[in-house]
């Protein structure tokens, strides 16, 4: 799961995940494009959003978005168009470019459409995007698992 800043919306992305996920063998991460929140926890509203839901993402830090993924992952969510242009802008091949996905093509295939970025709004913005990942996050989760945990 991938953002700008690894501490809105890929945390919330790989909690939901993960919790869909906990009795499967996968690994689930986030990480962003930017530098800026390297080894900060999540942001409090996304933290705040996350326990509501029954979702605890305390243990997250965030880390910038390295080449290794590719290798380290099988799939690689992007929450937005920027975020996907970086990610691809860092793709070594073909085989690295068909891992990256936007998220949101989960449940609107082929729109390209964004998770909106709740950074900079109020906590009404963070409800949003996690009802948006959840959506997401349910698919993505059948499609790892089809006959569930």
Do not use: W
Not at 112 to 140: Q, R, S
């Amino acid at each position: 799961m991938v953002c700008l800043g690894n501490i809105c919306r890929s945390p919330l992305a790989e909690g939901i995940l993960k919790s869909k996920l906990f009795r499967a063998n996968v690994l689930i991460d986030s990480a962003g494009t930017g530098s800026y929140h390297i080894d900060q926890k999540p942001d409090n509203r996304s933290i705040n959003i996350a326990k509501i839901n029954g979702i605890d993402i305390t243990d997250q830090r965030a880390r910038k978005f390295t080449v290794k993924d590719f290798d380290k992952f099988d799939l690689i969510y992007v929450m937005d168009n920027v975020n996907y242009r970086d990610v691809i802008g860092m793709a070594r091949n073909e085989e690295d470019i068909k891992k990256v996905n936007m998220i949101l093509n989960e449940v609107f295939p082929n729109e390209n459409l964004d998770v909106p970025d709740p950074y900079t709004g109020g906590d009404f913005g963070f409800k949003n995007v996690y009802k948006m990942l959840d959506e997401a996050c349910d698919i993505i989760a059948k499609k790892i698992i089809p006959d569930g945990q």
